[in-house]
């Protein structure tokens, strides 16, 4: 059933496309894992997507899988970080591009350094609330990371 759920998610129709996506959102944890074997299909998906709600919701998917030092993507991070500054892009593809930035990020301390970069870049204009707590939530993750690694190092 999934399959075919699956399948209707690269409609030819956008409202069956938008809500077979949407279906996937809101699946339990148990069931999202599933789509743990389509990370990669579904980044290349969301690299070419033009369509606001599909890049959206297919963010939305990656956002709920981990993300590992080993199979990381140069070109998927490479587009969350250049979509954390783009005001171009809607508020809630922006804060999904922060949380999966730093999920790709956290491995390596280089990267880490780019990405708050991006993300003081980012406080220089006026945020919405939603990109607002995005920012939080990662400086937060960040500090804690950097403490972690602190106290490993005693």
């Not at 980012?122 to 939080?136: D, F, I, K």
């Amino acid at each position: 059933m999934k399959a075919a759920l699956y399948g209707l998610t690269t409609a030819a129709d956008v409202r069956v496309s938008v809500n077979a996506l949407w279906v996937f959102t809101h699946l339990d944890e148990a069931d999202n894992a599933w789509l743990y074997a389509k990370q990669d299909e579904m980044i290349d998906r969301v690299l070419q997507e033009t369509h606001i709600a599909h890049c959206r919701l297919l963010l939305s998917l990656l956002h709920r899988q981990p993300f590992k030092a080993e199979s990381l993507r140069a070109d998927f991070m490479d587009y969350c970080l250049s979509k954390i500054t783009a005001v171009a892009q809607p508020y809630a593809i922006r804060a999904l591009c922060i949380k999966l930035a730093y999920e790709q990020c956290r491995h390596y301390p280089e990267l880490l350094a780019e990405l708050q970069m991006a993300l003081e870049l980012l406080q220089t204009e006026r945020l919405s609330p939603g990109l607002a707590s995005a920012l939080r939530q990662v400086e937060r993750k960040m500090r804690k990371g950097k403490r972690v690694k602190r106290s490993e190092e005693r």
